[in-house]
C-alpha cells in the first residue's frame, strides 16, 4: 500500500492516472449509445481507419506532434464515416459488410505507409509505431489537457443531447415524425465516436480502442433498464478499467497501461455477466433452483375419471 502511495505520487504518474480514467469515463458514455445503435464495430472500424491519417500527418508535418496526429486520425476517421455511410446508402451491402470493408482498406494503407515512413530516409518514426497499441507512458501533461478538454466536450454534447440520443437509439421512426434531423444526428453520433477513439489511441492504441468503447457499456447493460443509468454505469466502469489498469501497470515491471486497461474492463464485464442481478448467470440459476424446490414442495394431487381434482 504504502509503494502504490509512492508511485502515485510521482508527477508523470499522476498525469497518466487522469489521463486514463477521463479516457475511460468518456469511452463509456459514447460506447453506450454506440451499443444500443447496434454500432458496436464502428467504433473498431475507427480506430483502425485512424492509423493513415496517424501517418498521413507525419509525413506532410515530419513531426511527432500529437495535435497534427489527432487532426490527421480525425480526418481520416470523418472519410471512414462518409464512407461506410455512402456505401451503406447507395449498394446493396449492409452496415457490417461496409465496416468490415472500411476496417480492412484503411488498416491495411496504414500499415503500408507505416512501413513507407519507417524505410524512408526522414523515417526515425520511433514510436510512431506506438499508435497501434497505445503507449500511455508516453502522455506528457499537454496531451493530458488536451484529452481532458475534448473528454469534457464529448460528456457535454452527451449530456446536452441526452433527450434526443435517446430517442433515435430506441426509435428513429418516431424521431422523424416529431421532426427530429434523424441524418444529422446519426453523423453526430458517428462524429462522438470518431473523437473518442482520436483521444484514445495514444493511450490504447488504434487495436484496442474498440474493447475501451464497447465493453464497459455492455457490462453496464447487464446492471439495469435504465438508459440514464446504463450511461452512467458505463462510464464510471470505463474510467475503473483505466484506473485500475494505472494502478497495475505501475506497480508491474514493463506492464503497458492501455493493455491493462483493457483487460480490466473485460473483468469487468465477466463479472457482470456472473452477478449482475436479474440479468446474470448466478442469479438466475439461484432463481431457477428457488423455483425447482417451490414445485416439488407442492402436494401431489389426484385427478378424478370426472375430472375433479382432490388432495
Known amino acids: 500500500m504504502v509503494e502504490w502511495i509512492k508511485v502515485f505520487g510521482d508527477p508523470n504518474t499522476q498525469w497518466i492516472l487522469l489521463g486514463s480514467i477521463l479516457l475511460g469515463l468518456s469511452s463509456g ?3 453506450a449509445f454506440a451499443y444500443l445503435r447496434k454500432q458496436s464495430l464502428m467504433g473498431d472500424a475507427l480506430s483502425h481507419a485512424a492509423l493513415p491519417g496517424i501517418c498521413i500527418a507525419f509525413m506532410i508535418t515530419g513531426s511527432k506532434s500529437i495535435v497534427w496526429f489527432l487532426v490527421g486520425a480525425a480526418i481520416a476517421g470523418l472519410i471512414a464515416t462518409l464512407s461506410i455511410g455512402w456505401i451503406t446508402r447507395y449498394t446493396k451491402l449492409k452496415q457490417d459488410a461496409a465496416l468490415g470493408i472500411i476496417l480492412s482498406v484503411f ?3 496504414g500499415i503500408v505507409l507505416l512501413t513507407q515512413i519507417q524505410h524512408s530516409a526522414s523515417g526515425n518514426q520511433s514510436g510512431l509505431d506506438k499508435f497501434l497499441f497505445g503507449q500511455a507512458a508516453a502522455m506528457i501533461r499537454s496531451d493530458v489537457i488536451t484529452m481532458s478538454v475534448i473528454s ?3 460528456l457535454g454534447v452527451c449530456t446536452l443531447l441526452f433527450k434526443e440520443l435517446k430517442i433515435i437509439s430506441f426509435d ?3 424521431a422523424r415524425g416529431i421532426g427530429m434531423p434523424v441524418g444529422v444526428l446519426d453523423q453526430l453520433v458517428m462524429f462522438l465516436i470518431v473523437i473518442a477513439v482520436v483521444v484514445g489511441i495514444q493511450a490504447v492504441g488504434v487495436v484496442l480502442m474498440a474493447a ?5 457499456a455492455v457490462a453496464a447493460r447487464y446492471w439495469t433498464e435504465r438508459l440514464g443509468l446504463m450511461v452512467i454505469l458505463s ?3 470505463g474510467a475503473l478499467s483505466g484506473f485500475l489498469g494505472t494502478l497495475i501497470s505501475t506497480s508491474g515491471n514493463n506492464l503497458p497501461t492501455g493493455p491493462i486497461s483493457v483487460l480490466a474492463a473485460t473483468t469487468i464485464f465477466i463479472i457482470s455477466i456472473l452477478i449482475a442481478p436479474r440479468r446474470g448467470i448466478l442469479p438466475k440459476l439461484w432463481q431457477r433452483f428457488k423455483l425447482r ?3 416439488q414442495n407442492i402436494p401431489h394431487q389426484v385427478v378424478a375419471k370426472e375430472g375433479t381434482i382432490y388432495e
Open 29 to 31: 458514455v459514447i460506447g
Open 107 to 109: 488498416f491495411g494503407f
Open 152 to 154: 469534457f466536450v464529448l
Open 172 to 174: 428513429p421512426g418516431f
Open 212 to 216: 475501451l468503447l464497447i465493453t464497459p
Open 235 to 237: 462510464g464510471l466502469f
Open 293 to 295: 424446490r417451490e414445485v
